[in-house]
């Protein structure tokens, strides 16, 4: 079992929508939640973190994490074309990130 | 605004031969951790680095790989006998007091190993 999953996209927003983007994770033991994105050829830039169930907004994004459930959720408000990239997400139950493969987001003008 | 650097930023090697990934950390920053990437997979956990020694590694990080902080600054990636599959963007991250802290990725190293 994968231990981080998304949505496997690639996600096809028109410009000035929600972009939403879902994660899963199987190890019960994670507390800690982060949302990075990258760009094509470029590192993972953090975007979010998460660490208590419930909501947490920031700018045009907002981070949601339901514990029980094992979910971990990002919503992109107002998408602009320079969201377009891969959204990563990454789920910390040691030392070590753990990467979900990513949801590629496309924003059309 | 601090960040992470990493040099070189592309790598070119034979395989066999060794080679060195350099990474300056955020000057504050006590945890120190080495990722890979490869071209079109999801990027992986190699190694994290604490107080002087390894905290924990990937299956990956096998006896080819080795880790070192030099100096006050720089923490390296040794690979000791390069493998066609090695070839990667390798990325240095850091974080600030303890493990459960963001982790900030320097902008990485592709290695091409031919």
């Known amino acids: 079992q994968k231990e981080v999953e998304q949505n496997s996209g690639p996600l096809s927003v028109p410009e000035g929508a929600i972009a939403s983007l879902n994660c899963t994770y199987s190890?019960?033991?994670?507390?800690?939640f982060f949302w990075y994105r990258q760009y094509s050829g470029k590192s993972p830039e953090l975007i979010m973190s998460?660490?208590?169930?419930g909501d947490k907004e920031d700018g045009r994004f907002t981070a949601q994490l339901n514990k029980a459930s094992q979910y971990v959720s990002l919503l992109i408000r107002d998408s602009q074309p320079s969201d377009s990239a891969t959204y990563l997400c990454a789920v910390k139950p040691d030392y070590k990130l753990s990467f979900g493969a990513g949801t590629t987001v496309t924003v059309r003008a | 605004e601090p960040e992470v650097t990493q040099t070189p930023s592309h790598q070119v090697t034979q395989m066999g031969q060794e080679v060195i990934l350099r990474c300056v950390p955020i000057s504050n920053h006590l945890y120190f951790y080495w990722y890979r990437q490869i071209l079109g997979q999801k990027v992986e956990f190699l190694v994290s680095f604490y107080n002087n020694e390894i905290s924990e590694k990937s299956e990956i990080f096998d006896d080819q790989f080795s880790v070192e902080r030099p100096d006050g600054s720089n923490f390296t990636l040794k690979i000791r006998s390069t493998k066609l599959e090695d070839s990667a963007m390798y990325f240095c991250a850091s974080s600030e007091y303890s493990s459960e802290y963001e982790q900030y990725f320097g902008p990485g190293t592709r290695l091409t190993v031919t």
């Open positions: 190890d019960r033991v994670s507390q800690s």
């Open positions: 998460i660490y208590s169930n």
